[in-house]
Antibody, heavy 121, light 108 residues
Framework: QVQLLQSGAEVKKPGASVKVSCQTS????????IHWLRQAPGQGLEWMGW????????KYEQKFQARVTMARDTSIRTAYMELRTLRSDDAAVYFC??????????????WGQGILVTVSS | DIQMTQSPSSLSASVGDRVTITCRAS??????LNWYQQIPGKAPKILIY???SLHSGVPSRFSGGGSGTEFTLTISSLQPEDFATYYC??????????FGPGTKVDMK
């Protein structure tokens, strides 16, 4: 079955970087976009960007453009998201999720379990 | 960017109740609207896509409707496992993928 398995919780200081992973199984990795979304405590869902695992192409939400990098390693079917220059308001649960397409009609049909990132001095 | 709103922000209901949640888009999105359920501490799960299509494995007590700018999610007979937060998400003009703020359904 389709699985997206994310790495463990992270604790970082303000100004540091965090790199989280999303290991996939149960489907053809290049066929589905991997998106990263986050959810601050008690808040809603915020989309950060996507990576096309087949081509490596990325698209980032404008507010994260300067601080985020998404990458993938096709040999181990894993996607990565690095967020730099962390601030206290970056503290959130970070999810990976897949979609078959990146445009019209895209839907997040499978999600990782989420990674809690704490930012504290 | 398209903005999504939901009403109510929260509601209290009992097992067996019929529950309806409304989602509105800031401009027409045809039927490109998805619904998700999130239980606390868990990842969201898709329930409905293209406004009214039930995702595989989702119980038939969930249904969706609407088009243009106004959409509904209905739970015909609320079950104990349905107490959760529900989010709508537009897939018409993406990116960005915008979500509604959520509707929390809790026990009366």
């Amino acid at each position: 079955q389709v699985q997206l398995l994310q790495s463990g919780a992270e604790v970082k200081k303000p100004g540091a970087s965090v790199k989280v992973s999303c290991q996939t199984s149960g489907y053809n990795f290049p066929d589905y976009y991997i998106h990263w979304l986050r959810q601050a405590p008690g808040q809603g869902l915020e989309w950060m960007g996507w990576i096309n695992p087949g081509t490596g192409a990325t698209k980032y939400e404008q507010k994260f453009q300067a601080r985020v990098t998404m990458a993938r390693d096709t040999s181990i079917r894993t996607a990565y998201m690095e967020l730099r220059t962390l601030r206290s308001d970056d503290a959130a649960v970070y999810f990976c999720a897949r979609t078959l397409r990146a445009g019209l009609g895209a839907r997040f049909d499978h999600w990782g379990q989420g990674i809690l990132v704490t930012v504290s001095s | 960017d398209i903005q999504m709103t939901q009403s109510p922000s929260s509601l209290s209901a009992s097992v067996g109740d019929r529950v309806t949640i409304t989602c509105r888009a800031s401009e027409s999105i045809s039927t490109y609207l998805n619904w998700y359920q999130q239980i606390p501490g868990k990842a969201p799960k898709i329930l409905i896509y293209r406004a009214s299509s039930l995702h595989s494995g989702v119980p038939s007590r969930f249904s969706g409707g609407g088009s243009g700018t106004e959409f509904t999610l209905t739970i015909s007979s609320l079950q104990p496992e349905d107490f959760a937060t529900y989010y709508c998400q537009q897939s018409y003009s993406v990116p960005p993928f915008s979500f509604g703020p959520g509707t929390k359904v809790d026990m009366k």
